[in-house]
């Protein structure tokens, strides 16, 4: 079984819809981050979270939120969505290894696209 | 502004020659340098990494090379296979900012029979 899973792997929605995107990890990790990938840009950072009780925002967190409902569990909101959040979306985690920046592990993925 | 390039979107490489991947970045704050690979459908694996006290970093057929005061580093792949065929992201960091990595916007490989 996949260590970080995210459901749904591929969503179309509306443009003004709600939509959540989730993720879980098996891994016993306490960082987790959401990324999101567009063409010709790499990957961007939206959110990340130590524990359940740290949530910080990334580089481009504006029309998304976030909520950790667990260690386990780190799910990204679009409260109204809009077409250029049409992208590839990443949950990743890591552990706490010293002050260094540590490994990261992806999920597979996924991919909305807002009409 | 994009702190972290790789100015080549693509590369093709011969199976058994070298593969060469490079990344160029701006900010002299970061201090350690990671390469994902990422094939379709899947997200992006961890390959190698290296640390800013070092020049050199070798695991198996990757070796990565970090040139500070260019501001530079190099993924060397040899000999290169099938395989490897994938999209190559080098991703940058500052120790002590929670693993926060900023990527570059990927260099996608394939390698040829």
């Known amino acids: 079984d996949a260590d970080v899973t995210q459901t749904p792997r591929n969503r179309i929605t509306k443009t003004g819809k709600r939509i959540m995107l989730e993720c879980s990890q098996t891994k016993g990790h306490d960082r987790m981050y959401w990324y999101r990938q567009d063409p010709g840009l790499g990957l961007r950072l939206i959110y990340y979270?130590?524990?359940?009780?740290?949530?910080n925002k990334g580089e481009i967190s504006d029309g998304y939120s976030v909520s950790r409902q667990a260690q386990a569990k780190f799910s990204l909101s679009l409260e109204s969505a809009i077409p250029n959040q049409t992208a590839l979306y990443f949950c990743?985690?890591?552990?706490?290894?010293?002050?260094?920046?540590?490994?990261?592990?992806f999920g597979p993925g996924t991919r909305l696209t807002v009409l | 502004d994009q702190q972290v390039k790789q100015n080549s979107p693509s590369l093709s490489v011969q199976e058994g020659r070298i593969s060469i991947l490079n990344c160029d970045y701006t900010?002299?704050?970061?201090?350690?340098f990671l390469w994902y690979k990422k094939y379709p459908a899947e997200g992006p694996t961890f390959l190698i990494s290296?640390?800013?006290?070092?020049d050199k970093n070798e695991d198996g057929r990757f070796t990565v090379f970090l040139n500070k005061s260019a501001k530079h580093l190099s993924l060397h792949i040899v000999p290169s296979q099938p395989g490897d065929s994938a999209v190559y992201f080098c991703?940058?960091?500052?120790?002590?900012?929670?693993?926060?990595?900023?990527f570059g916007t990927g260099t996608r490989l394939q390698v040829t029979l």
């Open positions: 290296i640390s800013s006290i070092k």
């Open positions: 979270s130590f524990d359940v009780k740290d949530i």
């Open positions: 900010n002299s704050m970061f201090d350690y």
């Open positions: 990743a985690t890591s552990d706490l290894l010293g002050t260094g920046p540590n490994e990261q592990f």
């Open positions: 991703a940058a960091s500052v120790t002590g900012t929670a693993s926060k990595l900023t």
